[in-house]
């Protein structure tokens, strides 16, 4: 069985300041991570995801995650907050089926 | 490309009613199809699954059902709707393997009044 944390419901930064959002996993096998943006009403898409590759992974919109074993851990950053990165975020986990175990998201809001 | 569709956008629909939204993925074959409902404040809850036409798997004892008809079309349905069926529904589609992420649909927001 796997699971997602991810901590803090609602984040708000600064634009142009530092974006970090928290996520730690549980899986019993080598787990695939990924993270998604939902925009008000509408579906969700894609950022990033890490299939056991590189740790470091670089996703749209200037997003990054860094997968970290010994932390069970795949934040998600951006160095410079803007506008439009206003919405939810989701972290998922998948193990050995096709099914993904989605976090309760963060909320983000950006200050001018 | 592929592109998922869902319909409809918005649906209001009274306490006791029936309910069928459908979901349909172009541009792929044999896609994995999931439903999700996605209530305030409480993430996405996988509904349902399927991996074949007529294959459906039940995540979450419920007032809900599912069916797969056709290989690219997934339909949610209930018989009466309660007021705790209110909320985002969301479809995906897959392909295969744990790796490969998903694609959701553009979603539809129902209110049990």
């Known amino acids: 069985a796997q699971s997602v944390t991810q901590l803090g419901s609602h984040v708000s930064v600064s634009e142009g300041a530092l974006v970090l959002l928290r996520c730690n996993y549980s899986s019993s096998v080598p787990p695939y991570l990924f993270w998604y943006v939902q925009y008000p009403n509408q579906g969700l898409q894609l950022l990033l995801k890490y299939t056991s590759a590189a740790t470091l992974v670089k996703g749209i919109n200037g997003f990054e995650a860094e997968f970290k074993k010994s932390e069970t851990s795949f934040h998600l950053t951006k160095p410079s907050a803007h506008m439009s990165d206003a919405a939810e975020y989701f972290c998922?986990?998948?193990?050995?089926?096709?099914?993904?175990?989605f976090g309760t998201g963060t909320r983000l809001t950006i200050i001018p | 490309s592929q592109t998922i569709h869902q319909w409809p956008a918005t649906l209001v629909q009274p306490v006791g009613s029936p309910l069928s939204l459908e979901c349909t993925v172009e541009?792929?074959?044999?896609?994995?199809l999931y439903w999700y409902r996605q209530a305030a404040g409480r993430g996405l809850q996988l509904l349902f699954y399927?991996?074949?036409?007529?294959?459906i798997s039940s995540e979450v004892p419920q007032n809900l059902s599912a069916s797969r008809p056709q290989d690219r079309q997934f339909i949610l349905s209930s018989k009466k709707l309660l007021l705790s069926d209110s909320g985002f529904y969301l479809c995906a589609w897959s392909v295969g393997l744990a790796r490969n992420e998903q694609f959701f649909g553009p979603g539809t927001r129902l209110t049990v009044l």
């Open positions: 399927s991996v074949g036409i007529g294959q």
């Open positions: 998922a986990v998948s193990g050995r089926n096709e099914k993904l175990t």
């Open positions: 541009g792929t074959s044999n896609p994995n």
